[in-house]
């Protein structure tokens, strides 16, 4: 699971992931309840290109942007494995979810923004008892199509402890912490940085909690830990 406040970059964090398991040869399957699909194809498009992702939606890269894009789309087009991208309209249950991983067999599930997603038991979202049921559901959907499932969530403002983000900030359930194998914390160092995020293993079954400085860089649509070539 990954924990974030609001507009933090839980999705981008996701989605670089999920690309970056792609870029190894398996199957994603990225599914947004915070994206529609135009926005995540948009975004997936950038990334893989190293873009800006507001001049590709404006209509003003430059003339080597444009290229870079023009060649990230053929060789992601000659791909032999495939990316999947799915929003809200293919569903908003764990059981249309499930269908989805039946029909296109992937290797790993990305699930972004849970706490927008419809309990079926109660008919509700966004309750400690919907999003109760939701993680127990996707605990035993993981075990009966042994697949990874990478979720991310939110959590409150008002529950983090100096800013530092923690299993306990989750917000409306403690299912989260008690179905997770490992919980993924993301926050900005500081609230005026905007290019650089910090990542932190804020609970696990089976490591030690640690923590990773990453590159921020919206500019050209890069998310990735700081290396000593990467300056301030």
């Not at 690309?19 to 915070?34: A, C, K, M, Q, T």
């Not at 989805?100 to 699930?111: A, E, M, R, Y």
């Not at 299912?175 to 160092?189: A, E, H």
Request: with cysteine.
């Amino acid at each position: 699971t990954i924990i974030a406040p609001p507009k933090t970059g839980k999705s981008t964090l996701s989605l670089q992931i999920a690309l970056n398991i792609h870029s190894l040869g398996y199957v994603p399957y990225f599914r947004s309840f915070e994206m529609s699909n135009a926005e995540q194809t948009s975004r997936y498009d950038a990334m893989r290109a190293g873009v800006s992702h507001q001049r590709l939606m404006t209509g003003t890269l430059s003339s080597e942007e444009e290229e870079k894009l023009s060649r990230a789309l053929r060789q992601t087009s000659k791909m032999e494995h495939k990316f999947w991208l799915g929003d809200s309209a293919a569903g908003n249950t764990v059981s249309a979810l499930e269908a989805k991983i039946q029909h296109h067999q992937p290797d790993i599930v990305f699930v972004d923004g849970v706490y927008l997603m419809v309990d079926e038991q109660t008919g509700e979202h966004n309750t400690p008892q919907a999003l109760t049921n939701i993680t127990r559901s996707f605990k035993r959907l993981a075990q009966r199509r042994d697949i990874c499932l990478v979720i991310s969530t939110q959590v409150l403002n008002w529950k983090l402890k100096k800013g530092n983000v923690t299993a306990d900030a989750i917000g409306y359930s403690s299912s989260f912490y008690q179905d997770s194998d490992v919980i993924l914390g993301l926050q900005r160092p500081a609230e005026d940085m905007d290019d650089v995020r910090l990542l932190k293993v804020v609970a696990s079954r089976n490591c030690p909690n640690t923590e990773t400085q990453m590159l921020w860089d919206w500019e050209g649509s890069t998310f990735k830990e700081w290396s000593a070539e990467d300056e301030y």
